[in-house]
């Protein structure tokens, strides 16, 4: 509910509604389809021109664009359906610890886990998870991970390994994708998520269950990645379409924005559809 509030008082959202491109074009969409309308009341002679009231212009424009608010109301969620291959892309507004399916959590090419020592930020996602389910007892998870880690050579590991962690009747993948410098400093590039995403889609299709798959918009914050987040949103999408089309690996995967960063950065879930569905070619 916060998200909504904060999205209908916000300049920038009243800008998009009516005055961006899109907005214009929703605008000039109802006007023609109502003034297509009158124009044939009027061909069948009833509600000819001579009954137009001197302002009927401005009560057209006046109602498209209210219909036009309506149309592009502040939203949740949005999904893209590829019914030809049986699975689904959802972009949602919300916390990514509450989603019902299994969970992306972003790490670090050596899994670092050390919260309490402050090798990894507690506001990181890594963090966040920590405090939220393993709270005073993050050696019971640094002990998951590293039993996860055996079978695999290193540290450090290859961008997109992937290890499992089970707990509160929940699977979180733990996937690396950023490295970590000599002050203990996380970063990423553009093609390590790409790697890190391959190697997830390739563990869950291998090793996972069929489940709802939840990942957040990585390398945005903490990875450093100089990109905007309808971009990074653009680029997962387009991943797990192409990986999905080779081979079915969930039913849905949720693409999860916090509310905090959709109203900072001003994303829109009408203009991310209509990015998906040009950019994944569902127009």
Known sequence: MKYLID???SPAYWHYVLFSRSGVQTVLS??????LFIESL??????TRDQYGSYAFFWVIAIS?????IFRRPIRSIEVAFP?????????????FDASGAVMVSTNTVFESDVAGGKISPESLQGQFTAKYFTGDQNTLIRLIEEGLKALDGPPYPMGTTVPVNTHGKTFYFVAMAELNEQGTASTTPQAVEQAMSGLWRYVRESGELQELVVPVIGTERG???MPRKKMIEKIAESFANASIEG???????????????KRFQVYLYEIKDLLNHALGRR
């Not at 109802?30 to 003034?35: I, S």
């Not at 664009?65 to 608010?69: E, K």
């Not at 030809?84 to 990514?96: A, N, P, S, T, W």
């Open 7 to 9: 999205t209908i008082t």
């Open 30 to 35: 109802f006007f023609g389809g109502l003034w």
């Open 42 to 47: 009027d061909f069948f002679n009833i509600y």
């Open 65 to 69: 664009t209210v219909l036009a608010i």
């Open 84 to 96: 030809e291959h049986d699975f689904c892309l959802e972009v949602r507004i919300g916390d990514i």
């Open 224 to 226: 450093r990645i100089k």
């Open 248 to 262: 079915k690996f969930t039913d849905r995967l949720v693409i999860m924005v916090h509310p905090k960063d959709a």
